[in-house]
């Protein structure tokens, strides 16, 4: 493709609402812009990306023994109101009437859709296993779409769906999903991570998810330095606490006005965070109870979700706390609280410690558990860096951030049985079928790419998904170059090598720059005093240093890039 006649329009500002740099350097290199909040159009650069991310998943889903089919987007109601998540997507639903008044949406996930198919088309157990999977646009109402692909209305999605006879069946069948999702992400270059993950509001019981490491991430994972152990932080098991925790004191009322955080308080009384006991005051549907962890520590909201009761929990209002402790926020103890407490086990072996006296402006310090105050004892924190390993007892766990990018369960009989999806077995007795689903996030994983793969000046495509394998500048206008460079690129082409070729009438300094940018992963320079000495520069996007760069003789050039360019795919 000559770089004139494609549509690259490539800008200098950032967009004002970008807070990430693949939102930033997407839009800045031509690739993506902005129709309305969540929703992107994929200029030429941004499609070819995508495109090969989705060739890629194709394949591994084709060798793996799944069957690509489509289903629509726009969907009748009836489906998602059998199994109640027409009610329970709530607002995240896009939902619309037909002409009739009729009740429709927009596909968020298909679950109850494939397991339709699966209760017309299977009768019996020899028509198991089955795994269909699809490449299609998915409609989620977020709250805040942001980081331009990464939190999306509108994207693309590869959802595949197994179905078996046998538990055994159903754990063949997701070990073969997790063997490709490897494959996938091996071949996409990426840093990742296959983590424990909690099931959600999917429903099932093993899953793991495929964790993308950017500190941009918004889900914070564990891993042990010793073993293979990773796990999200929210589903992390959480290693009994060992250290001393100090010796008691005597309780005393202090003074701290106008500190109510942590590590403000901390800093002002001159104590260690884990010598703070935290008390937060959450409500859990119509309760309210405080949890109390050490002030290095964080609540695991999944958990106390769990303890309460409830499906999920949320941090009380300002209104409620100062209702239920007499204080403004920040100044809320487990000493003399009259509502249920719980206390992580963490935090119950703290020795006087410092917490909120439910007095605004006022702490207490020398406070025990037990003595002070009375709560149920539960491992309710989230796991934290420097923790011991639950798995292998002896490596230390390391927090990192990451961006899920793919996600694999066993969804059990979750939807078959509500919805009557059901095989005759050998003995000719109805059972329902067991499921399993497996996404990959195929829009979100260009952004997750650059997320990761990016430098001062721009992006870095690893060769499997670039939109171009070669970036050709030419600089100026000599019949000569012009020749020599119309002569390669149509060889590399012939080749099956991609070629953007620069050809415009701009200074190189602007060629450079725009190439790297857009940061397609191998450049190739014709022109200047180089080529009149019969070489052309060649330059890997990510040598950094321009020192890097290498001359190579015009009539090598051919063989040097094929090879570049075949070990960056092999
Ligand atoms: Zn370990």
Redesign the pocket.
Same mark, same amino acid.
């Given at each position: 493709m000559r770089f004139s006649r494609s549509l690259i329009p490539t800008i200098k500002e950032a967009p004002a609402d970008a807070t990430n740099v693949s939102h930033v350097l997407l839009t800045r290199g031509g690739f993506i812009r902005r129709v309305g909040a969540g929703m992107y159009d994929y200029l030429p650069l941004g499609l070819r990306v995508l495109k090969k991310i989705e060739a890629i998943v194709r394949t591994e889903m084709d060798r793996a023994g799944a069957l690509e089919i489509l289903m629509p987007a726009l969907l009748p109601a009836e489906y998602f109101k059998e199994t109640d998540r027409w009610t329970k997507f709530g607002d995240n639903l896009f939902r619309l009437k037909d002409r009739k008044g009729a009740d429709f949406h927009l596909g968020p996930t298909h679950e109850e859709i494939v397991t339709d198919i699966a209760r017309r088309e299977i009768r019996s157990y020899r028509d198991l296993p089955k795994n269909l999977y699809q490449v299609q646009s998915k409609f989620r109402d977020e709250p805040r779409p942001r980081g331009g692909l990464l939190r999306c209305r509108e994207f693309v999605m590869k959802d595949a769906y197994s179905f078996d006879s046998t538990e055994d069946g159903a754990k063949a069948s997701y070990e073969e999903m997790r063997k490709a999702y490897v494959r996938v992400f091996d071949r996409l270059g990426l840093n990742y991570r296959m983590v424990a993950a909690d099931s959600g509001a999917m429903g099932g019981s093993t899953s793991a998810e495929f964790q993308v490491l950017a500190d941009s991430g918004e889900d914070a994972i564990v891993a !042990?330095d010793? !073993?293979s152990?990773a796990a999200n932080v929210e589903v992390a098991t959480v290693t009994p606490a060992d250290e001393p925790a100090g010796t008691s004191g005597e309780r005393t009322k202090v003074h701290t006005p106008g500190h109510g955080g942590i590590a403000d308080v901390a800093a002002f009384l001159k104590v260690e965070t884990k010598q703070m006991l935290k008390s937060l005051i959450y409500r859990a549907q119509k309760e309210v109870a405080m949890v109390v962890v050490r002030g290095d520590h964080d609540v695991n909201e999944i958990r106390l979700a769990r303890i309460l009761g409830v499906d999920e929990v949320a941090l009380a209002t300002e209104a409620d706390v100062r209702k239920t402790t007499g204080a403004a926020v920040g100044y809320a103890g487990p000493v003399g609280f009259t509502g249920r407490v719980i206390v992580d086990r963490a935090a119950s072996l703290v020795k006087s410690g410092v917490t909120g006296a439910n007095e605004t402006d006022h702490h207490l310090t020398g406070v025990e558990h037990g003595r002070d105050f009375e709560g149920e004892v539960a491992d309710v924190r989230l796991a934290s860096n420097g923790d011991t !390993?639950p798995?292998?007892g002896?490596?230390k766990l390391t927090t990192y951030k990451g961006i899920e990018a793919g996600h694999i369960f066993i969804l059990g009989t979750h939807y078959s049985a509500k919805m009557n999806a059901t095989f005759l077995d050998e003995t000719q007795k109805k059972q329902p079928i067991i499921m399993g689903c497996y996404g990959i996030g195929v829009s979100r994983l260009v952004a997750t790419t650059i997320e990761q793969h990016n430098d001062a000046s721009g992006m870095r495509w690893p060769m499997s998904i670039a939109p171009y394998h070669v970036h050709l500048c030419t600089l100026g206008k000599d019949e000569p170059v012009l020749a020599a460079a119309q002569a390669l690129y149509d060889a590399l082409w012939s080749k099956g090598i991609e070629v953007l070729w620069d050809e415009r009438d701009e200074r190189p300094g602007v060629k450079f720059k725009d190439a790297d940018l857009i940061g397609i992963p191998f450049r190739v320079t014709f022109g200047g005093k180089n080529f009149a000495a019969g070489n052309v520069e060649m330059k890997a996007r990510d040598e950094s240093d321009p020192a890097k760069s290498e001359m190579v003789a015009i009539a090598d050039a051919q063989a040097r890039i094929e090879d570049f360019v075949r070990k960056a795919l092999a």
């Open positions: !042990c010793a !073993c152990y !390993c798995s292998c002896k490596g």
